[in-house]
């Protein structure tokens, strides 16, 4: 079983919608990352979460750190969000990070 | 503008034969590290540098070397390439700090080993 599992691991979603992907984590840490990739390979750190919850646009993310879940929210989703979404854990008392395999996501106009 | 340069962005190459991928980045950050991203096991890590002249091991750093002599710099260093090194690699870096630091990456290397 991975370390840091997502899901879905694929979603379609029309124009407008709200989208919602999770990520179950089983060993303790530190942080928790967002990532998006975009077709063409360029990673960009969404967010960084070490409790709570943290908004940036349209984008929210939240981490429970007792059920060792956090989920990524996209408000009014547009085609421009279509990417890969990693979810990445830090562990306790390192720098070394564990990736999750990705969420595929496309918007549909 | 802040950024981690990668240099190839691609590269093909034959097996035995060495190579280096180098990384840059210009915002001095103390920590480094180099990822592989291969279809279906998401991105691993191979090895990572908490500062100059301290390297340690990631999760997958068989095959691969690398050297922090300078602070901006991390390179890749492939002794002999096989096949099963051919990936998509990312280098990234951020500060030291374990609360706060968000990752900043470059823009991939796609190396395929013949």
């Known amino acids: 079983k991975n370390e840091v599992e997502q899901s879905p691991q694929n979603l379609t979603a029309q124009e407008g919608e709200f989208i919602t992907i999770n990520c179950s984590y089983s060993?303790?840490?530190?942080?928790l990352h967002w990532l998006q990739q975009h077709p063409g390979g360029g990673i960009v750190s969404l967010f960084m979460?070490?409790?709570g919850k943290k908004k940036h646009g349209r984008l929210i993310a939240t981490i429970n750190i007792q059920e060792k879940h956090s989920s990524l929210h996209i408000t009014a989703s547009h085609p421009r969000d279509s990417a890969v979404y990693i979810c990445?854990?830090?562990?306790?008392?390192?720098?070394?990070?564990?990736f999750g395999t990705g969420t595929l996501l496309a918007v549909q106009p | 503008e802040a950024q981690v340069t990668q240099n190839p962005r691609y590269l093909i190459t034959v097996t035995g034969k060495k190579l280096t991928v180098t990384c840059s980045q210009n915002?001095?950050?103390?920590?480094m590290s180099w990822y592989r991203q291969d279809p279906g096991l998401g991105l691993r890590q191979i090895y990572y540098?908490?500062?100059?002249?301290?390297?340690d091991k990631g999760d997958v750093p068989e095959g691969y070397k690398v050297s922090r002599k300078e602070k901006r710099n991390f390179p890749l260093i492939l002794e002999s390439p096989s096949p099963n090194q051919t990936s998509l690699y990312f280098c990234?870096?951020?500060?030291?700090?374990?609360?706060?630091?968000?990752?900043?990456f470059g823009p991939g290397t796609r190396l395929t080993v013949l």
């Open positions: 979460l070490s409790s």
């Open positions: 540098s908490m500062n100059v002249e301290v390297t």
């Open positions: 915002m001095n950050h103390e920590y």
């Open positions: 990234a870096s951020s500060r030291r700090d374990f609360k706060t630091n968000e990752q900043f």
């Open positions: 060993v303790g840490i530190s942080a």
């Open positions: 990445a854990v830090k562990g306790g008392a390192t720098n070394k990070l564990i």
